[in-house]
T-cell receptor, first 111, second 115 residues
Framework: QKEVEQNSGPLSVPEGAIASLNCTYS??????FFWYRQYSGKSPELIMSIYSNGDKEDGRFTAQLNKASQYVSLLIRDSQPSDSATYLC???????????FGKGTHLIIQP | GAVVSQHPSWVICKSGTSVKIECRSLDFQATTMFWYRQFPKQSLMLMATSNEGSKATYEQGVEKDKFLINHASLTLSTLTVTSAHPEDSSFYIC???????????FGPGTRLTVT
């Protein structure tokens, strides 16, 4: 059974600091990895996608993937109060497959 | 670009009735659409995958006769919850993909409450 594990939090980070979110997955056949942000009562919004080992940077966000360790992480630099949300890690086995989501990490940025 | 809409955004229905939810890709053609369900304090769970012009593929444990999915065109998929019961109350979210290997874009979701 495919599983995606995340620490549910809440993770509290001071404004301006780096927030570090982690995720592990069980399906070694997973090929695509995503981070979504979800505000309460809203649908997920794509933050980052990563497909190969290493780091991928986009503005204040950096995604890191280590397929050998089955580990994905998201770093948010210069955290802002508006970054406060639940961050969902999702994995995909094949390009035509649906996503398997973790339960999400509730991030709180303290002003 | 890559906008997905859902209608209605929320619906309340009585137990035993059926409810139809529409998912539309507004600015791209979606060869594949996905339906997810999210219960309070839980994550999104994939219910089914629908491909235009073919039968949907349902995840294990999802009743295909209860959750009817139709993907009649490249921009529209519908989910009908038949004979709804209170335990079907949930947040239903669709996503659409322009093609294999492309990212999925999520609709705003439909909150269903069955009384």
């Amino acid at each position: 059974q495919k599983e995606v594990e995340q620490n549910s939090g809440p993770l509290s980070v001071p404004e301006g600091a780096i927030a570090s979110l982690n995720c592990t997955y069980s399906d070694r056949g997973s090929q695509s990895f995503f981070w979504y942000r979800q505000y309460s009562g809203k649908s997920p919004e794509l933050i980052m996608s990563i497909y190969s080992n290493g780091d991928k940077e986009d503005g204040r966000f950096t995604a890191q993937l280590n397929k050998a360790s089955q580990y994905v992480s998201l770093l948010i630099r210069d955290s802002q109060p508006s970054d406060s949300a639940t961050y969902l890690c999702a994995v995909q086995r094949g390009g035509a497959d649906g996503l398997t989501f973790g339960k999400g990490t509730h991030l709180i940025i303290q002003p | 670009g890559a906008v997905v809409s859902q209608h209605p955004s929320w619906v309340i229905c009585k137990s035993g009735t059926s409810v139809k939810i529409e998912c539309r890709s507004l600015d791209f053609q979606a060869t594949t659409m996905f339906w997810y369900r999210q219960f309070p304090k839980q994550s999104l769970m994939l219910m089914a995958t629908s491909n235009e012009g073919s039968k949907a593929t349902y995840e294990q444990g999802v009743e295909k006769d209860k959750f009817l999915i139709n993907h009649a065109s490249l921009t529209l998929s519908t989910l009908t919850v038949t004979s709804a019961h209170p335990e079907d109350s949930s947040f239903y979210i669709c996503s659409a993909s322009p093609g294999t290997g492309s990212e999925q874009y999520f609709g705003p979701g439909t909150r269903l409450t069955v009384t």
